[in-house]
């Protein structure tokens, strides 16, 4: 298909254990690609494709739809910009009962990477990174394993001048998923689904113990095409929004940027790291 499509870019949305063999076939034909998470299973894949793209000149990323929806924007522009003073924390979690779904099963299979960490922890573990980055000095994942899988994790990331983010994950519970991002003059929240977020609210603190201000503000999702019905609905919620995600790589595209600034490579690969990392230590407890 990469060979003889005339298109530009390649959505590589297959089963984990083969996005990198499928990115690199695309990359190879000379396409951009947009790859799902989680973008590879090792470290050692996720270097060898964002070498590959690099030297062809051409755009990589992982699809973390997530930062490219407006609250989410907005929610990490305040934090950058100062409004909630010196942020400390990060909380964040996805959850949902696999087993509660129809076709679950590649969730729980070892050989197609299911699991909980690879299937959902990007969404907490994004929102510790993309607020405190990626090198935290000290990282500890601890987690429910059985014959390989990982049904639920914490991950506890310890950053210097005491600052924290803790992201859960897990197949087995409908978890809030909201995330809280909190500092020293107030604290935001990202209401659920925060992994697809369309509100937020914040809260700045007020002279007192206690007293705060607060602001909520939601944005529209773009509209449902009209013949979604027909072609059988979406499969979780929120999905129309999977266009903020293609717009941004079509305009880094048309721009002739190789990444998008919302999740850069280089946070990527330090994601790609850490998730080693939990990994080694999930599977240590077993
Ligand atoms: N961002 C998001 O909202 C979501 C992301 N995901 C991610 O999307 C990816 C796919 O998951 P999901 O859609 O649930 O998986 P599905 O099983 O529904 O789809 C996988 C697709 O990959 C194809 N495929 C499987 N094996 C091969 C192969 N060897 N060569 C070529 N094509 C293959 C299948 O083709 P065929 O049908 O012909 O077998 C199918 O079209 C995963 O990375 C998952 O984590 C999943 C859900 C939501
Ligand atoms: O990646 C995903 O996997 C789990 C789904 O519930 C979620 O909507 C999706 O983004």
């Not at 951009?32 to 996720?46: G, N, Q, R």
């Not at 987690?143 to 899988?149: A, D, K, R, S």
Request: charged share 20%; net charge negative; hydrophobic share 35%.
């Amino acid at each position: 298909m990469a060979d003889h499509g005339d298109f530009d870019i390649m959505y590589i949305g297959t089963l984990h254990p083969f996005h990198r063999e499928h990115a690199q076939a695309a990359l190879e034909a000379g396409k951009h690609v947009l790859v799902e998470k989680p973008f590879t299973t090792t470290l050692d894949d996720a270097l060898a494709l964002t070498e590959l793209a690099e030297k062809k000149g051409l755009f990589i990323a992982e699809g973390l739809w997530t930062r490219f929806f407006p609250a989410v924007e907005q929610a990490l522009h305040m934090v950058r910009s100062g409004s909630l003073g010196e942020v400390k924390q990060v909380e964040a979690d996805f959850c949902f009962n696999a087993t509660a779904d129809g076709d679950a099963g590649v969730l729980f299979n070892k050989e197609l990477a299911g699991g909980a960490n690879f299937y959902v922890s990007i969404y907490s573990l994004g929102y510790a990174t993309a607020v405190f980055g990626t090198e935290p000095e000290k990282i500890i994942a601890t987690g429910h394993v059985q014959e390989g899988l990982d049904l639920s994790n914490v991950v506890v990331l310890l950053y210097a001048d005491g600052k924290t983010g803790i992201a859960i994950s897990g197949m087995h519970v409908e978890s809030a998923e909201e995330t809280r991002i909190s500092g020293t003059n107030g604290r935001i929240t990202i209401h659920p689904p925060s992994h697809c977020a369309t509100s937020t609210t914040f809260y700045g603190k007020l002279e007192g113990r206690g007293n705060v201000e607060t602001h909520t503000v939601q944005f529209d999702l773009p509209r449902n095409p009209p013949t979604l019905e027909e072609t059988g609905g979406f499969n979780f919620p929120n999905s129309i929004g999977f266009q903020y995600e293609a717009a941004a790589a079509m305009r880094c595209i048309h721009a002739g940027r190789r990444e998008t600034p919302q999740y850069t490579t280089s946070e990527m690969l330090g994601v790609q790291k850490l998730q080693d990392q939990v990994r080694k230590q999930l599977h240590e407890r077993e």
